[in-house]
Structures are given as C-alpha cells and as structure tokens.
C-alpha cells in the first residue's frame, strides 16, 4: 500500500474510525510516532492507532515543550504520520494554541491536515510538561469554553479534555473538571499525572460513562503499568508518548559518540537499520513497482499528422 493510490486510502474518515476504536472492546493502545518512519515501524508492529506528542515534535526540533511551535508546524508532522502509516491519529494540542476561535482553527487545520482526535488541556501559557511542578491552570469555565469550541469546530474528530488539576486541586478538583469538560463537548477525558493505581481507579470510579486516556509516560509520576492494567482500571486508551524519540535519540548519542572517539561507524553497524530493512518499511519496492507499471501502460499509437493509427 502507497499513499499515492486513491482507491487504497481509507474510505471513512479517520475521526469516525478512531470513535469506533475508542468505543471497541479492549484497551485502545497508541504508542507515540514522532515522524513517518516510526509510524511505519509502529504500524508494522500491528498497532492500529498512533500519538503524536507535543514533547515529542519540539524536542526532534530541538526545542523544549513550551509552547513555541505553531499550528502548521504540527500539521506538517500530522500530514507525513498519515500519510505513511494510513493509521489514525491522537495529536497533541496543547492548550488549544489561543483562545476560542483560536482553538477553533486549530481542529479545523489538524483535521484537514489528517488528524482522527486532538486532546486541549486547561493549563496557561507557557504550558510545561505535565509532569513538571507549578503548573498553573485557566478557569474551569474558560476550559469549557474552549472545548466547547473545538466540539462546534470538527466535523469528524475526536475531541479530549485533558486536565491537569490533580497535582494542584486533588482527585476532587480533576474529577469536578473534567464533568464540566464532558457535559461541554468532550468525547473523553485524559487525567494527566496521576500518581498511584489507586488514583486512576478512583477517578474512573467517579466517571463511569466516560471514556479514559491514561498516559503512560516515562521518568514521570506515573507508575509503570502495561495496557491491560490500564484497561482492568477502567481506562478506554493509553499512549506511550515520548518512548520512541526516547529511545531513537540514545541510539543517535551513541553513533556521534562513536564515530568521535574511532573515526568510523563499523562498531554500531549491528545495531543499525540495514539498506534492506529501511526499503522494507518505506515500502520501497511497491513505490518502485508502481512507477514501473504506469510506465509500462501501453498507449495509443499515435500516427504521423498527430491522428491515432488505425
């Protein structure tokens, strides 16, 4: 499968997919994809949905998660993870980058760009990590306003309310948010930096009939927990957010370091992606068959004077 044949994209809209998966029986797992490549790499493993972090996208920018980067510098990220992997997509958007109409633009241009789910959080700007400390919150009220907003602004997508009102206002203050997020037009909810088994199960106890996004992010305050635990506490959806940049940036570290210290790459050969597996995974040969097959198309003998032969 290529992006470039029309009849082997997808027929119904990604939103509409990643509603029905959020609703299907089981855990929806969705790793983090920080560019094309590893959204076929994930794909190739047999997920059947993607993340895409706001941490992840700056940092292979260099840049920290701040909030600088710009709509249409996400929706470029958006446009090659869909258009490699086909999958649908969760896409950070933190706080909604503005205000109402502001956020607004936001679902629109995310959606066009191939999104299937944004999440919007109730922190100000500059945001942090939501694992940080002395993160500082919008209103209750204004929150709801801006999710309100992205509800009126997609057509197909997936909207979710992330708040991070545990770490400052208690499991109560999360819980009564996140009701206000859902009765405004969220389709679920994401509690961001719970700290125990406990506190995910007690925020899903009090919030039965809303669909759950843990994140399950490392060196944070999360404790360590695989999908089906996740699932037993009553959550719909899980990301791995940041796992891939994470693991790709050490592996990169280390090639500079080698190459600094022996003036060749010969020592990290075995731990590197071969010419033949990258030509796998980009589909290589199906683009190349393509090509050749179009190429190939016999066409109308056209005669001298510029008239079809007969």
């Not at 969760?90 to 205000?99: A, H, I, Q, R």
Request: aromatic share 8%; net charge negative; glycine share 10%.
């Amino acid at each position: 499968m290529t992006y470039l044949v029309g009849r082997d994209l997808p027929a119904t809209p990604a939103g509409r997919r990643f509603r029905d998966m959020m609703a299907g029986r089981g855990i929806l797992r969705m790793p983090g994809a920080h560019n094309g490549q590893a959204a076929l790499q994930a794909r190739d493993n047999g997920f059947e949905a993607l993340y895409l972090s706001g941490a992840a996208m700056t940092a292979s920018m260099g840049l920290p998660d701040l909030g600088i980067i710009t709509v249409d510098e996400v929706c470029f990220f958006i446009r090659q993870i869909v258009r490699a992997s086909g999958l649908p997509l969760l896409v950070d958007g933190d706080t909604g980058y503005g205000e109402t109409l502001n956020v607004m633009n936001m679902v629109r241009a995310f959606e066009e760009a191939g999104a299937a789910a944004v999440h919007i959080e109730d922190q100000v700007l500059p945001k942090k990590c939501g694992h940080l400390n002395d993160k500082k919150l919008v209103s209750p009220h204004d929150m709801a306003q801006k999710v309100a907003a992205a509800a009126r602004a997609r057509r197909d997508m997936v909207i979710i309310a992330r708040t991070d009102a545990a770490g400052s206002e208690g499991l109560d203050g999360a819980v009564a948010r996140a009701r206000l997020y859902h009765e405004a037009g969220a389709d679920a909810i994401f509690p961001e930096a719970l700290i125990s088994e406990d506190m995910f199960r007690e925020f899903a106890r009090r919030l039965p009939d809303v669909p759950l996004l843990a994140n399950m992010t490392e060196f944070g305050r999360t404790p360590y927990l695989t999908d089906r635990a996740f699932e037993e506490l009553g959550y719909a959806m899980v990301i791995w957010p940041v796992s891939s940049l994470r693991v790709a940036n050490r592996a990169q570290d280390e090639l500079y370091r080698t190459i600094a210290r022996t003036g060749g790459t010969r020592d990290m050969l075995e731990r590197m992606q071969t010419r033949e597996e990258l030509y796998r995974t980009l589909r290589y040969y199906d683009y190349e068959a393509l090509d050749a097959g179009i190429v190939a198309t016999v066409l109308p003998h056209i005669g001298q004077g510029g008239r079809d032969a007969a």
